[in-house]
């Protein structure tokens, strides 16, 4: 939850309103002002503008009464039903209530404004694709960072410098969340800022008056149907980046087929830079202006050598992450860095220092035990990849856990299974934040996507699924813990149960010897 923020004082209506409500309508309550903004009644006080809108489980004017009692002046509202409009109608003059059409997708306008569009003031990065978001924004953020030029991140880990992030809780934040985000930074001195940019809040308008300098694509695969329906509205969704007032350039993975849509689609309104890790470009390069690729790669034992290829110079530098597709982020970070005017030499040695996130392909090892990767991988096409990176890089056995979320895509229940399946030597599956749902019955539709249902074994209990994996895996194999990343919790209904992944495992590693893990 984002702390309420007071930017100004005593903004008038017509200030935030004006041709975004009928004229008419807003006459009445033009000259009204307000001190504070906020859609959750949470982060109200004295004097503020409280937008009510329909939620994924509730509508903002539920809680009008709170906001009443928080100092909430004004409501903006849109989609009620009966009940919530006779909940206005019983607060009387107590608050001033206007009804904004389409308030939702005009949030975004409502919040720049009082904020004093904070995005202007910043080189601006948006970062939008199925997997690699979080990865490719911190890589972008720390390289761009600097004493008198700090950067800022916001996305799955929080908002805020670089090296201070203020947890949210989303990808992208709500809408009034963003610029409030994006303002702290501007006060806070930051020079440029990066945004993990999520179909919802592409789709829900969350950004759509936020000034982005530059958008970059990682990737698609299936994710968030649940929400989208079906893929072509996923992409649609995504595609908004691109389609961003005053966008100047864009960094995109000609390596994926809807990359290559993008690239193909944009190439001539914007500045198209694509990045590859093959070495055969070919026709690839017609996609973009400019091309940054990998004419040769390596694994090592912590990561990779590679060769690339870019408009502004050629070399060889060393990469200490693991994984193939972060060869492929490496490549997207320095897309960015190019574009951004550092030249060649520069954007190479800030690559070559940059620093593994948390919960991402993140190592833990223990003399003499196995060694154990968390990674946030999720999705089938990111399991898939964080499979093939260990296999890259340890030639004994894979041990795989991982699980799915409750209350999300089903359908991609068996395809994660189908991926694992493909590179494994043994499946463990587990719970992974069951929420609302039986873990049980998760579980069974995980593992009905297998070929070899009876080679899995599974555990409802996480911790217990670690812990076999850690009891029974070689010092010479690998475990690799998928799903939860950097999550420090394990929602169970409505509960937030603490639970680490990296803790768990460290804790297990430590007592193996011991023999009271198993």
């Keep these: 939850m984002m702390p309420a923020m007071k930017q100004q004082y005593g903004v008038k209506l017509h200030a935030l309103l004006e041709g975004l409500l009928d004229a008419s309508s807003l006459s009445p309550v033009a000259d009204v002002a307000v001190d504070g903004i906020a859609q959750d009644s949470r982060n109200l006080g004295d004097n503020y503008l409280f937008i009510a809108v329909p939620g994924a489980a509730s509508h903002g004017l539920d809680f009008v009464e709170h906001a009443v009692a928080s100092g909430a002046s004004v409501v903006l509202w849109d989609g009620a039903d009966s009940d919530q409009l006779n909940k206005l109608d019983a607060l009387g003059n107590k608050i001033t209530c206007v009804q904004v059409a389409g308030l939702q997708q005009k949030t975004s306008e409502i919040a720049a404004r009082f904020f004093n569009h904070p995005s202007r003031d910043l080189n601006l990065i948006g970062v939008t694709g199925t997997d690699g978001k979080t990865s490719v924004s911190h890589y972008i953020a720390q390289c761009l960072d600097s004493g008198l030029s700090p950067c800022g991140v916001l996305g799955t880990l929080g908002n805020g410098l670089i090296h201070d992030l203020k947890p949210t809780g989303l990808t992208t934040a709500s809408a009034v969340d963003v610029q ?45 149907l649940d929400y989208h329906g079906t893929m072509e509205s996923y992409s649609e969704a995504k595609s908004k980046l691109f389609e961003t007032e005053g966008l100047k350039s864009a960094v995109i993975n000609l390596d994926d087929d809807f990359g290559r849509v993008l690239a193909e ?254």
């Excluded at 759509?208 to 695969?221: E, G, I, M, P």
């Excluded at 070919?282 to 590679?306: M, P, Q, R």
């Design 180 to 224: 409030h985000s994006l303002a702290n930074l501007v006060a806070e001195g930051a020079g440029a800022a990066v945004m993990e940019v999520s179909s919802h809040g592409l789709d829900q308008g969350r950004v759509s008056s936020v000034d982005f300098d530059t958008a970059v694509f990682t990737n698609l695969s299936q994710d968030h």
């Design 265 to 518: 689609k944009y190439r001539g309104q914007l500045t198209v830079y694509g990045y590859s890790t093959t070495a055969d470009i070919g026709a690839l390069e017609s996609c973009a202006d400019f091309t940054v690729y990998a004419k040769s790669l390596k694994a090592t034992k912590h990561g990779f050598e590679i060769n690339v290829v870019t408009p502004k110079g050629n070399g060889y530098f060393e990469l200490d992450l693991m994984g193939s597709f972060n060869v492929s982020n490496a490549l997207a970070v320095l897309a960015t860095l190019l574009l951004n005017n550092v030249a060649f030499d520069e954007s190479i040695k800030r690559l070559q220092a940059i620093t593994p996130v948390a919960g991402r392909m993140e190592l833990i090892v223990a003399e003499n035990k196995p060694a154990v990767i968390v990674d946030y991988a999720h999705t089938p096409q990111g399991i898939a990849a964080a499979c093939n990176a260990v296999k890259q890089h340890f030639s004994a056995g894979l041990w795989c856990v991982f699980g799915c979320g409750g209350d999300r895509d089903r359908e991609k229940r068996p395809l994660m299974a189908q991926a694992v399946e493909r590179y494994a030597d043994h499946i463990i599956v587990t719970s992974d934040n069951p929420r609302h749902e039986d873990p049980r019955l998760i579980i069974e539709q995980i593992v009905n996507g297998l070929a070899e249902p009876d080679a899995a074994v599974t555990y409802v209990d996480r911790r217990e699924a670690i812990a076999h994996a850690v009891a029974h895996a070689t010092p010479d194999e690998v475990i690799l813990i998928a799903g939860k990343g950097h999550e420090s919790c394990q929602i169970v209904g409505d509960k937030y149960i603490v639970f680490d992944d990296r803790d768990v495992a460290r804790a297990l590693l430590d007592a193996r010897d011991t023999g009271v893990n198993g």
